[in-house]
């Protein structure tokens, strides 16, 4: 009988030590998995924030003076090219609806009621035609003179500042430039320091350098694009108001008939 309950003993030892060792693994392997995780969460947090701290990191090795120059370079260019693209959106307008409404106030109104056809209408088409309208009376020579010069008018409205944005896109990578020509002066005044050729300086000295090249090609790339999108949005404008001036002194030339 003792043997019996010896034996038993031995048995609730051993489940009990089987359990406790089960479940010791169990929370090992609970504890390895949430540290993964964890660690898996760290690292893609580090990856989300990578491409900002990689920027402000070659922002600042690139030094202060030429990065913050070519920046502003970048935000003023920006300004105009936003005021211009805004500007020119609002100045574009429907020719032909126009045309067609001038051209029925004409025949029904006269001069007057197309005059204000014009003035309830916004763009340099209405405007051209209103001066037009306007010395229509006198003679047809006058209102193709007053359409001419007011289009020179209206023109130079809408290339206004756009000079500055060409300016900042040649601007920005001769500071690039002229930033790594620096870098590159330094990087060889600090080996004539250091007193030989030391691959970290030359390798630290040229990175720097050519930081400030990079970033203002990229500034100059940014804003060539708008520049370009700009300039065709002021040739499409400039290409509808010298037709629509063609059709005004067609019709104004019914008109006095």
């Given amino acids: 009988m003792k043997r019996l ?15 406790n060792a089960t479940t010791n693994a169990a929370t090992v392997a609970i504890t390895v998995a949430t540290t993964q995780d964890a660690a898996t969460t760290d690292n893609a947090a580090e990856e989300e ?24 370079c970048l935000i003023l260019g920006l300004a105009i090219a936003i005021e211009r693209i805004i500007f020119l959106n609002l100045s574009s307008t429907n020719t032909k609806k126009l045309t ?16 204000e056809v014009c003035r309830n209408t916004k763009g340099p088409v209405a405007s051209i035609f209103y001066q037009g309208l306007d010395r229509a009376d006198d003679s047809l020579e006058s209102a193709e003179k007053a359409v001419v010069a007011y289009g ?14 060409s300016l900042f896109i040649a601007l920005a990578p001769m500071l ?7 870098g590159m002066i330094q990087a060889f005044d600090k ?14 000295g040229i990175k720097v350098a050519l930081l400030t090249t990079v970033f203002g090609l990229i500034v ?10 700009i300039v065709a949005k002021i040739d499409s404008i400039v290409n509808d108001m010298e037709d629509s001036s063609i059709t005004l002194m067609d019709m104004l030339s019914k008109h006095k008939k």
């Fill in 191 to 204: 080996i004539q320091s250091a007193g030989g050729m030391d691959a970290t300086l030359v390798a630290g």
């Fill in 49 to 72: 924030l990578t491409f900002h701290q990689e920027l402000k990191k070659r922002f600042i090795e690139g030094g202060p003076g030429f990065m913050g120059i070519v920046l502003l």
């Fill in 152 to 165: 020179g008018v209206q023109m130079g409205q809408l290339e206004k500042n756009v000079s500055w944005i």
């Fill in 176 to 182: 690039g430039f002229m930033g790594t020509v620096i």
């Fill in 220 to 229: 100059a790339i940014i804003l060539q694009v708008f520049y370009n999108y």
């Fill in 100 to 115: 067609q409404n001038v051209e029925d106030a004409l025949q029904s109104g006269g001069i007057e009621a197309a005059k």
């Fill in 5 to 19: 309950f010896s034996i038993l003993a031995i048995v609730f030892l051993m489940a009990f030590g089987t359990a």
